[in-house]
């Protein structure tokens, strides 16, 4: 079992940034995909951004792609999300997910995801 904390959300003006991060605790020794998602009321959770198991890859959808750095600290068991220019289309629930492995197909489906953090809210004001 694995738990995962996410920590870092709040409240910020256009044009800022925030940086999350989520710290994974338990069996933590596997080689693991960690991704990002985000969600707001009645809409279902997109992706935000993957990282791959040894952190050579990291994949971003389109609507947070250049504004946004996916990061992990193997040591810590810990990912980050550094969100730049922030937008109020940026407001939302944000997920931290992972799932074991080394392959990084799929890494978009939040169904491919197994362990999922509580959600830190972000809050984008105009």
């Known amino acids: 079992q694995v738990q995962l904390v996410a920590s870092g959300g709040g409240s910020v003006q256009t044009g800022g940034s925030v940086q999350l991060s989520c710290a994974a605790s338990?069996?933590?020794?596997?080689?693991?995909?960690w991704g990002w998602f985000r969600q707001v009321p009645e809409k279902e959770r997109e992706f935000v951004a993957a990282?791959?198991?040894?952190?050579?890859?990291?994949r971003y959808s389109n609507s947070v792609k250049g504004r946004s750095t996916v990061s992990r600290d193997n040591a810590k068991s810990t990912v980050y999300l550094q969100m730049n220019n922030l937008r109020p289309e940026d407001t939302a629930d944000y997920y931290c997910?992972?799932?074991?492995?080394?392959?990084?197909?799929?890494?978009?489906?939040?169904?491919?995801?197994?362990?999922w953090g509580q959600g830190t809210r972000v809050t984008v004001a105009s």
């Open positions: 990282i791959s198991w040894n952190g050579v890859y990291t």
């Open positions: 338990g069996r933590t020794k596997d080689a693991f995909t």
């Open positions: 997910a992972l799932r074991r492995g080394f392959d990084f197909d799929g890494y978009d489906g939040a169904g491919q995801y197994y362990s």
